[in-house]
């Protein structure tokens, strides 16, 4: 576009006019990425849902354990068994929970550690111990 012989507030119009052109094209450049994240189709529908065993998921799916209300994310498209199995054999991931302490009642596979937040503490413990008490 000439912008010679143009009067000044014309050229400032139009270089605002261009500015927010540029802004636009980058929003919607932004837009098109999120939208392609989710529920693995890149449909733009993105979706949590309630678990369900028994389900085909697709990667990067949002679930909820509608016993806990914990949200997890779908690391690999695969049929669903039980929430506990399906986390225990890595195909889902905690995406948030209320504590970064977990607990384990046995030593957690390597696939329960890969599924966990990368600044979590893990305490294993035996519901046969004897609680502590302190010394007074």
Known sequence: MSTTNMPESFQA???AFLAQQAKLEAIAENL????SIGGGGGDGNATIEDYE???LYKRNTLIVDPMTETVYRVLTEY???TVES???NGLIKLVGFESQIVTFPHNPSQAEINALNDDTLVAVYNSNDTPYTPDT
């Open 86 to 88: 399906d986390y225990t």
């Open 79 to 81: 049929t669903s068994v």
């Open 32 to 35: 098109s990425k999120i939208e």
């Open 13 to 15: 119009l139009l270089n």
């Open 53 to 55: 065993s028994g389900k």
